[in-house]
């Protein structure tokens, strides 16, 4: 028997999301600039935060990796409250006031978001494994100014919502996540969170790291917008055989 086709409106579905990511992303210019940055100047910070609404003994409900142009530097856990320096890039900056401060606030974020984790409505079927919520923070600093920030959040693995937190905009990327994304942008305080975080916080680190990782860090690649978003896609996306239903509900995920 041949491999099971997956259903047509699956697949337009699947490549809707993927097309609205891609697009998302270019306008912020973090991970797809839309030109090359003069003389290597620009940089980003990324913040993965891996949120469990249940953990087992031993095992922390929030886990983080930080990483400037996709090197890592940091790694922390709940269990520890402690951020970890990874490698030279940490090492460098472990010793810093922006260090103290961003692992005290790693905490708080992760609070923050397992908060939203426990209002999220998950479909029946789904009731069996703990719900997990990834949430992905970035900032871009070029010419000495933050020039770009941006949210987006995976919900059990599955890619849900982009906000640009420059413009404050919402992307739905899959159906199931409207529900969300509405609750979530009527919240004005909610909103101003992620903002300040985003453009505020994470653009101090950035700025204060840069200082010392001036002569550290290679001269940002000048990858034209269309191959860094083939690149992109094959890690920001499962493969075909591995893309998960979208669910008929609006108001469920």
């Not at 609205?20 to 912020?28: G, K, N």
């Not at 939203?116 to 009731?127: F, Q």
């Not at 494994?129 to 995976?154: H, I, K, Y």
Request: with cysteine; net charge negative; proline share 6%.
């Amino acid at each position: 028997m041949g491999s099971a086709r997956l259903p047509l409106a699956l697949v337009m579905v699947y490549l809707s999301s993927l097309l609205l990511l891609t697009e998302a992303r270019m306008t912020l210019g973090c991970e797809f600039p839309e030109r090359p940055a003069e003389e290597g100047d620009a940089h980003c910070l990324c913040l993965d935060f891996t949120i469990q609404s249940q953990s087992l003994p031993g095992q922390p409900w929030c886990a983080v990796q930080g990483s400037v142009d996709r090197k890592t530097f940091l790694q922390y856990d709940s269990d520890s409250d402690k951020a970890r320096p990874v490698g030279v890039l940490g090492e460098e900056v472990n010793t810093t006031r922006a260090w103290t401060e961003l692992t005290q606030m790693l905490g708080e974020i992760g609070r923050e978001l397992r908060s939203l984790l426990s209002g999220i409505t998950l479909e029946k079927k789904e009731h069996e494994v703990p719900p997990s919520l990834q949430a992905e923070l970035l900032c871009r600093r070029e010419a000495e100014q933050c020039a770009g920030a941006s949210w987006q959040f995976n919900i059990n693995g599955r890619t849900a919502l982009l906000l640009d937190a420059m413009s404050m905009n919402w992307t739905i990327l899959s159906p199931g996540a409207r529900g969300i994304k509405e609750e979530w942008e009527s919240d004005r305080g909610l909103a101003e969170y992620f903002r300040k975080i985003s453009v505020g916080d994470c653009n101090h680190w950035l700025r204060e790291f840069l200082e010392l990782w001036e002569t550290m860090l290679e001269p940002t690649a000048t990858l034209q917008p269309a191959q860094m978003s083939l690149n992109e896609a094959v890690t920001k996306f499962p493969r075909q055989n591995e893309v998960q239903p979208i669910m008929p509900s609006s108001t469920e995920f």
